[in-house]
T-cell receptor, first 114, second 115 residues
Framework: DTAVSQTPKYLVTQMGNDKSIKCEQN?????MYWYKQDSKKFLKIMFS???????INETVPNRFSPKSPDKAHLNLHINSLELGDSAVYFC?????????????FGPGTRLLVL | GNSVTQMEGPVTLSEEAFLTINCTYT??????LFWYVQYPGEGLQLLLK?????DKGSNKGFEATYRKETTSFHLEKGSVQVSDSAVYFC??????????????FGKGTHLIIQP
């Protein structure tokens, strides 16, 4: 009964490859997010999707593209991976417009680019 | 823009010591405030939250009070345990823009509790 799940948990790949990370939530939330945590543990928002519309697109390279087939899923596609993309990527979800807009996080995907 | 400042640590304490982790914020609107905890090798877990001034969030012996006058949300615990060793993140959510928004995080405080 995991609330927010991500796959894979670990991802090791070569520079220049294209990879995807999947995220699913079963909380009935309408907004999903992707965050990047760097080697110093600093967390920064990358994207959020609300009802299939991109709400935030921070200054991330266009090699990163979020794709949301439905409200329960927000996948992250990364093209032409670079060494600097190595980080932990967290998916999160929330229910907007209500009393509680707390964001709930997935377990993270640890990406290592060689 | 919004920002969160917290002591970075590492903070090293002995078991049963009193804990304070300071957190201050700047925001354009009326943010909700959160503390998240990240245990080694794991994801982020919500520890506690407060949505308006003077609210006190509490969970697992941890407390934090939303102080609008000092723009602070300091985390406290009266007696820490070894199992509290983790990284603690202060964060805010500012919905003054009207739509869904990401959290603004502090840089995290690494807490080490020694037996």
């Amino acid at each position: 009964d995991t609330a927010v799940s991500q796959t894979p948990k670990y991802l090791v790949t070569q520079m220049g490859n294209d990879k995807s990370i999947k995220c699913e939530q079963n909380l009935g939330h309408d907004t999903m997010y992707w965050y990047k945590q760097d080697s110093k543990k600093f967390l920064k928002i990358m994207f959020s999707y609300n009802n299939k519309e991109l709400i935030i697109n921070e200054t991330v390279p266009n090699r990163f593209s979020p794709k949301s087939p439905d409200k329960a899923h927000l996948n992250l596609h990364i093209n032409s991976l670079e060494l600097g993309d190595s980080a932990v990527y967290f998916c999160a979800s929330s229910l907007t417009g209500g009393h509680d807009e707390t964001q709930y996080f997935g377990p993270g995907t640890r990406l290592l680019v060689l | 823009g919004n920002s969160v400042t917290q002591m970075e640590g590492p903070v090293t304490l002995s078991e049963e010591a009193f804990l304070t982790i300071n957190c201050t914020y700047t925001a354009t609107g009326y943010p909700s405030l959160f503390w998240y905890v990240q245990y080694p090798g794991e994801g982020l877990q919500l520890l506690l939250k407060a949505t308006k001034a003077d609210d006190k969030g509490s969970n697992k012996g941890f407390e934090a009070t939303y102080r609008k006058e000092t723009t602070s949300f300091h985390l406290e615990k009266g007696s820490v345990q070894v199992s509290d060793s983790a990284v603690y993140f202060c964060a805010l959510s500012d919905l003054s823009g009207g739509g869904a928004d990401g959290l603004t995080f502090g840089k995290g405080t690494h807490l080490i509790i020694q037996p």
